[in-house]
């Protein structure tokens, strides 16, 4: 099996490496073709692990070679494929692989297509790293290696100039890229105490050994591990107040946003507190896993919010996005670790093909992403139109499709935690997605036609994307059906992940799933009301509304950005400033100049003494004389 | 009764005089002068010191001094007749080229 | 084998004297040759060396003044081995991609004195040998600065030699005054480090020499506030000299307090901890911001220098195998790294004649060679993990952790900071729009530039994914340090902060 291990693991870097080798040479289509092959033969690997694991429960542990040793420390790179990892390994490669291929549709008027591929592979082997590591600093590699990634493509058209905020929320691209890295950079730091807080109380980094000295730790040693790496988690996850960034991400090309800022990368804060499920299933720790799963309600129901007004695309997606990971932090919060992991998968399923779907819009409409100019896109497209409605439906959480299954049970959990107050906001949150996301599908495939009078000539993509997109769309159908199969998959794992409903709930579970079912048809009715209908009923927009205060506030999220930009980054800029002139220049350097001075100014009045008059240096003789005199005297006198 | 005493005040008082000779005065010849007062005042010193202890090496010593004092004064005098000569002044303050 | 290090100490400077007779023409072939020699040698040096073995190794002794016990005392071991590798190496690449043209000769010969004293510095096991080394290393440096440096040349010069032979006055009292103690505890002279190791002195006179050693070696390091010559040393200086200065100077002062301070005196070290690491924040946290606020590319990476070195310093005095076998570590990283940063940092200057940022943007399109190498080098600077940069740093917050959580919260920011300045250097030099006429005509790296980073850019990915062959080594050293500082430490509180082995609290 430990071929299969490495095959999985290296084959992007293989893909990466060897588009890498053409990276400053025109656009290659066998680049992208190879990339493509590599990440597949990628998944194929990590299919027969998950099949190998499934059929057999065996887990595979791999160490490769040593890395860091250094006192006591020793870290090596091992590598570990068990229910948790195997997952994300087959869905990360999946939806890798998916992405490789539009990609080559996508990127076909790029001039830097190779230096994508090998990004993009790039990517996905750090992504693996990440997901495969047997211990904290393992991950860790990965962890800062899709940052590096995320930086690289987010900031991929990097000759875009810088605009203003209103102009454009993002700045330009190269400006979010560095916003992206730095904010993660934050949580890293977060990340890193706990790790080092972890070695140092159980003289390991290795999940196996950490997890079994858990019940030996302090009570303090404990909370500040699990709060710490949570920070790490909070940054790669961009849950608030780290959050800004995501959405600014955005300015990459958009296959980039559906791989990495979508289905994977991002779910990595998520992976992580599942993957140090044993700490946060600790009682000494269950604040922390309380506050987890309240941050997580809270941004979903925030992030939502922002979804309601937003007229971009993209950004759409994103706050649907952010959403969705703060649902996936509520389950996990709550202890059901693998209720979210399979949100983690269904979910990368249907948002990557609702982005994907997104990208050829935008592809259709010469990137134009402002809804308003859409309208009435699904005659054009039909394929593109399917697609999003499936992702659509699936993401609002309408059965029989994947969001439903998944997302309903996070909510019952809630509801089984007797935390009625989550509950009832991630309920709200249900049908606020259900509405924001047909507000899109609406806006832009049905309604009136508004992109003709502004000369778009909308196309639909070629043909081998919309089939390569196929597979994305019958998973984001059909993934919730095998919930229970994957339950008793994940189950092997140990008592850790395993969560079931009291039998209250079980009996309440119809009820409680037809409550969320009802919020979201309802927000899909509304959304149909306001936005799909032409005619007499067509969308106008209404200019007294959209200078209101709530809709301001909301359209400008929250003036957080805002905020950061005022309170931080301009402060900073100017403390900066001011320790380089004032202090630095003014204070220190000159006392350093002054002392110089001093002497050489020293130097200087002395030199008036040099009369050349033999008779004042006489004098100065005999007053030197006397000097010497007087202190050998007292001098003789003291002594 | 005359003791040592009187003769090292003697001496103290003919440096002092010398001293400020040599910090008064700005002819070079004065200098000159008042170098020797204070040099004489040391062999005083000296051949009084030595005869208190019985010590003939202060007085010895005294000799040498008249010795070095006596061709001071002959290279002296000479180099003060040759810068006379190009100066046409003895005045100290009119003898400042090595003003730094 | 026997005088390898008197060979590595000796055959730059014997070529340098050679030099003078050959032609001007080929001068630059001939100190290429050599200094490659010279690099080929130290690799030798590192084959021949017991990794096994945690002491001096390759020892030389001849006695120069038996009466003053001042001998030509010579020895490596783990921590200075690689850091004269890494010497040559750097001293290798930089001649190898120099562009200067003007009086290449005494450039040339300039650089194979300097690199006589550099190599004696990190070999001396005599402390005026080790004096001797460390003040005539400022002579050929004061000269590059002077002859070929920017419009400030000369003030940047003399502050940088007035400066530095300042502090090394005061370390030089200092010298003396343990030899003189050492005499008047065993009636006899001597200057041998390894003889002063053995002195077990009073706390209140290991604080008084380890002031004496710390203004020394701070100055060098450049300690906060000792660091404003730097700047302006790093802003004259040509490309070669701030290479030189960055990777091999400056760690002289930090080879200095691994060699002298920690091992003779240890509990003035402990004692010391606080205000050091204090000092060590503000270098990390402040300079980082200075960094940031700079106009000129070469400043940024002389202020993200001084930052970098708050961290070496801060792990020196973690007082655990960890922290110290980083910061070595870190020694080596920053070497190589703010060595080929500057090496780009002076490619570009000769195609453009300014540093500025300002004149700069989206240059990625037009240089994507540049951009990928200053990429790489960025991310090692920023100390991404599977770099060289991540070994170091990492190792040394975790080391420091022990010491102090809240103070290596603080010296972590160094991982937001770095990445804040860097990424806006890369940013504003980079990307963005390219819409400067003089730079849409500038050509990518040529052959020589290319082919003298490439190792550079392999060494930190080699080391940083297999820091082993490198780290091992000096890990054993550093734990003969410790376990020697542990032993002579006389306060009980010493001894309980010089943590040796199996610390961690679930350790087996």
Redesign the interface.
């Known amino acids: 099996m430990e071929k299969f291990v490495y095959i999985a693991l290296f084959a992007p870097l293989a893909g990466s490496l060897f588009a890498a080798l053409f990276g400053m040479t025109p656009r290659k289509i066998f680049v992208g073709i190879v990339g493509s092959l590599f990440i597949g033969l990628a998944f194929v690997a990590s299919a027969v692990l998950a099949y190998t694991l499934y059929t057999t429960g065996t887990v595979v542990h791999v160490r490769m070679m040593d890395w860091i040793q250094a006192g006591d420390f020793n870290v090596s790179f091992g590598f570990v494929v068990d229910q948790i990892s195997v997952t994300m390994m087959t869905v990360v490669s999946l939806v890798s692989t998916i992405v490789h291929v539009y990609a080559i549709g996508y990127m076909d008027h790029d001039k830097s297509f190779n230096r994508f591929f090998s990004y993009l592979s790039a990517f996905v082997f750090s992504m693996m790293i990440l997901v495969m590591s047997d211990n904290f600093l393992g991950l860790f590699i990965g962890w800062e290696g899709v940052g590096v990634c995320s930086w690289l493509l987010v900031g991929f058209w990097y000759h875009k100039a810088d605009k203003t905020r209103e102009e454009n929320p993002s700045i330009s691209p190269s400006w979010a890229a560095n916003e992206a890295f730095i904010m993660n950079r934050i949580a890293d730091l977060g990340m890193l105490i706990g790790i080092f807080l972890l070695y140092w109380n159980t003289g390991s980094l290795q999940y196996d050994e950490v997890f079994a000295q858990l019940p030996y730790l302090s009570e303090t040693v404990l909370v500040g591990a699990a709060i710490a790496l949570f920070i790490g988690a909070m940054g790669k996850s961009a849950q608030f107040p780290l959050h800004t960034w995501l959405t600014d991400a955005m300015e990459g090309p958009t296959p980039v946003s559906a791989l990495i800022h979508a289905a994977t990368m991002v779910t990595a804060g998520v992976f992580l507190v599942i993957r140090s499920n044993p700490l946060y299933s600790m009682p000494e720790v269950s604040d922390v896993s309380f506050f987890i799963a309240s941050l997580g309600t809270f941004v979903a129901f925030y992030a939502a919010s922002m979804a309601l007004v937003e007229r971009d695309l993209k950004r759409i997606i994103a706050y649907s996005t952010l959403s969705q990971l703060g649902y996936m932090f509520a389950a996990a919060g709550l202890g059901a670790y693998w209720i979210a992991l399979f949100h983690l998968g269904a979910h990368a399923f249907f948002k990557a093909l609702l982005f994907l779907g997104g990208g050829n819009v935008m592809h259709a409409m010469h990137d134009e992403l402002d809804l308003f100019k859409m309208g009435d896109l699904r005659k054009k497209m039909r394929g593109t139109w399917i697609y999003m409605t499936i992702a659509s439906v699936a993401l609002a959480g309408l059965p029989p499709l994947a969001g439903f299954w998944s997302k309903d049970a996070i909510i019952e959990t809630a509801f089984n935690e007797h935390t009625y107050v989550l509950w009832g906001m991630l309920v709200l949150t249900a049908g606020m997605t259900a509405f924001y996301s047909f507000r899109q599908v609406f806006l832009s495939f049905h309604g009136e036609d508004r992109h003709t009078p502004l000369g778009f000539h909308p196309h639909e993509m070629y043909r081998f994307v919309l089939i390569a997109m196929s597979p994305l769309a019958v998973l984001a159908i059909i993934t919730g059906w095998f919930m229970n199969s994957y339950k008793a998959f994940i189950y092997q794992i140990g008592d850790g992940v395993q969560y079931e409903m009291s039998e209250h709930t079980h009996h309440l579970a119809t009820y409680l799933g037809l409550i969320v079912i009802f919020f979201a048809v309802s927000g899909i009715v509304i959304a149909y009301l306001k936005y799909a209908r032409t005619g007499e009923h067509a969308f106008r927009r209404n200019e007294e509304k959209e200078n209101g205060f709530f809709y301001k506030l909301l359209k400008n999220q929250y003036y957080v950005p805002k905020f950061y930009e005022e309170f931080i980054t301009k402060p900073y800029m100017m403390i900066s400033e001011k320790f380089w002139t004032e202090v630095d220049l003014k204070i220190v350097d000159a006392t350093v100049d002054g002392i110089a001075k001093f002497l050489y100014s020293a130097g200087d009045k002395t ?1 008036s ?7 004042n240096y ?2 100065w003789m ?1 007053v030197g004389a006397v000097l010497l005199l007087v202190i050998a005297a007292i001098s003789a006198m003291i002594g | 009764m005359i003791g040592l005493t009187h003769y090292l005040i003697i001496a103290a008082i003919l440096f002092s005089i010398g ?1 400020a000779g ?2 008064r ?2 002819n ?1 010849l004065m ?1 000159f002068f008042a170098t020797e007062v204070m040099l004489n005042a040391v062999n005083i010193a000296f051949a009084a010191i030595s005869h208190y202890y019985n010590d003939l090496t202060g007085q010895m010593f005294a000799f040498f001094i008249i010795a070095i004092a006596a061709s001071e004064v002959a290279v002296g005098l000479g180099i003060l007749i040759v810068l006379y000569k190009k100066h046409g002044s003895l005045d ?2 009119d ?6 | 084998m026997e005088n390898i290090l008197s060979v590595l100490v000796f055959f730059p400077a014997v070529a340098g004297l050679l030099g003078f007779v050959v032609d001007k023409n080929s001068i630059r072939t001939y100190g290429i040759t050599v200094v490659a020699i010279e690099f080929l040698l130290s690799l030798w040096l590192w084959l021949g060396f017991d990794m096994a073995n945690p002491g001096m190794q390759f020892v030389e002794m001849i006695p120069l003044i038996p009466d003053m016990g001042i001998s030509y005392y010579l020895g490596a071991d783990g921590i200075s081995l690689f850091i004269i590798v890494m010497t040559t190496l750097m001293t290798l690449i930089g001649m190898a991609s120099m562009g200067e043209t003007k009086n290449i000769k005494n450039m040339i010969l300039s650089l194979l004195f300097l690199e006589m004293t550099m190599v004696g510095v990190f070999v001396a096991l005599d402390a005026i040998l080790f004096y001797l080394f460390w003040e005539l290393s400022l002579v050929p440096m004061l000269y590059i600065v002077g002859a070929w440096g920017g419009p400030l040349r000369v003030y940047a010069a003399i502050k940088f030699f007035l400066y530095t032979f300042t502090g090394s006055l005061i370390m030089l009292v200092g010298m003396l005054f343990v030899a003189y103690i050492y005499h008047s505890l065993t009636g006899v002279w001597s200057f041998a480090i390894t003889d002063w190791y053995a002195l077990v002195l009073p706390v209140n006179y290991q604080l008084w020499l380890f002031v004496a050693f710390f203004i020394g070696f701070a100055i060098k390091v450049p300690m906060f506030p000792f660091h404003t010559w730097i700047p302006y040393a790093h802003g004259q200086a040509p490309t070669i000299g701030s290479v030189i200065l960055a990777a091999v100077l400056l760690k002289m002062g930090t080879y200095g307090f691994v060699r002298f301070s920690l091992p003779m005196f240890p509990d003035a070290s402990v004692l010391s901890i606080t205000p050091i690491a204090v000092l060590s924040l503000i270098m990390i946290i402040y300079t980082a911001m200075i960094a940031y606020a700079q106009k000129d590319i070469k400043q940024v990476i002389a202020y993200s220098s001084v930052s970098h070195m708050g961290i070496i310093m801060l792990g020196l005095f973690a007082m655990n195998a960890e922290g110290l076998s980083g910061s070595v570590f870190q020694m080596l990283s920053h070497g190589i790294v703010s060595g080929a940063l500057f090496m780009l940092v002076g490619m570009i200057y000769e195609r453009r004649h300014t540093k500025l940022m300002s004149e700069f943007g989206g240059i990625a399109a037009v240089m994507p060679k540049f951009a990928l190498i200053f990429g790489i080098m960025l991310m090692a600077s920023v100390g991404l993990p599977l770099t060289i940069g991540f070994v170091g740093e990492f190792l040394v917050l975790l080391g420091f952790y022990q010491v102090s959580p809240v103070m290596t919260i603080l010296a972590g920011t160094s991982i937001i900071l770095g990445a804040v300045y860097m990424l806006r250097v890369m940013k504003r030099t980079f990307f963005g729009p390219l819409d400067n006429e003089e730079n849409k005509k500038l050509s990518d790296l040529n052959t020589r530039e290319t082919w003298s980073l490439i190792p550079l850019v392999a060494i930190v990915i080699w080391l940083g994914v297999y820091p082993k062959p490198v780290l091992a080594p000096i890990d054993n050293s550093v734990k003969a340090l410790l376990s020697f500082m542990d032993e002579k430490a006389i306060t009980q509180e010493a001894k309980d902060l010089i943590r040796l082995s199996n610390t961690t609290k679930g350790g087996n």
């Open positions: 030199r003494m040099q009369t050349g008059n033999l008779s006489l004098n005999a | 001293l040599v910090l005065r700005r070079l200098l100290l303050d003898l400042a080229s090595m003003r730094g």
